[in-house]
């Protein structure tokens, strides 16, 4: 089976433009979540969905949005970006919204640099 | 908020054992996770742990975990060269799946 996938892999934007990244879950996963991971960092939480819903957010500003598709497959838009926005962006999904001993299974992240 | 401490380097040789550790501070956390993360690569989940458990053992690698003191270890045993990456403790925060990581643990195996 595939495992959580990511485009693009690499991306380079520019101050106060506007980027959209994607993650496709594994298969019959429902939950999707996203983190923020700042070279030497640990991932920081941004946004969970599970059935197109939110379920958590992370102490992120407005200018980062998401939304889930009916295929469970999510995208992430961040809005006027800034040099701190440069980061790995890694999505992760699990088959539940709550943690179990199903859990979360990172995909290999989409690596963004604002200029 | 939940804050996880871990030790930032660790350096051992090939065939000894490691042990990283990890601090938390959320008492309430029920699932505690060790990730390894290769250079350039996303997160692969190595194992867990419930917090109704002190040990789990999984091959060349055993976790212990102290709820008192709130620490959680990971030991990988016979290490190899190609263990050298960087190991994140997550805990399990709120209902969900927030995780929270530490800042991770770079590993470095000498040969």
């Known amino acids: 089976d595939a495992g959580v996938t990511q485009s693009p892999t690499h991306l380079i934007k520019t101050r106060g433009q506007h980027v959209t990244l994607r993650c496709s879950p594994i298969s019959g996963h429902k939950s999707v979540s996203w983190y923020q991971q700042v070279l030497g960092q640990g991932p920081q939480f941004i946004f969970q969905?599970?059935?197109?819903?939110?379920?958590g957010r992370g102490n992120f500003p407005d200018r980062f949005s998401a939304r889930q598709f009916p295929n469970y497959s999510s995208e992430l838009n961040v809005n006027a970006l800034l040099l701190g926005d440069s980061a790995l962006y890694l999505c992760?999904?699990?088959?539940?919204?709550?943690?179990?001993?199903?859990?979360?299974?990172f995909g290999p992240g989409t690596r963004l640099t604002v200029l | 908020g939940e804050d996880v401490e871990q030790s930032l380097f660790l350096s051992v040789r090939e065939g000894d054992s490691s042990v990283i550790n990890c601090t938390y501070t959320d008492s309430s956390s029920t699932y505690l996770y060790w990730y390894k993360q290769e250079p350039g690569a996303g997160l692969q989940l190595l194992t867990y742990i419930f917090s109704n458990m002190d040990m789990k053992q999984d091959q060349r690698l055993t976790v212990l975990l102290n709820k008192k003191d709130k620490h959680l270890s990971l030991r990988i045993a016979d290490t190899q060269t190609g263990d050298s990456a960087i190991y994140f403790c997550a805990v399990e925060r709120e209902y969900g799946n927030k995780l929270v990581f530490g800042a991770g643990t770079i590993l470095r195996v000498k040969s």
């Open positions: 992760a999904s699990s088959p539940r919204a709550s943690a179990s001993t199903d859990t979360q299974y």
């Open positions: 969905y599970y059935e197109k819903e939110e379920r």
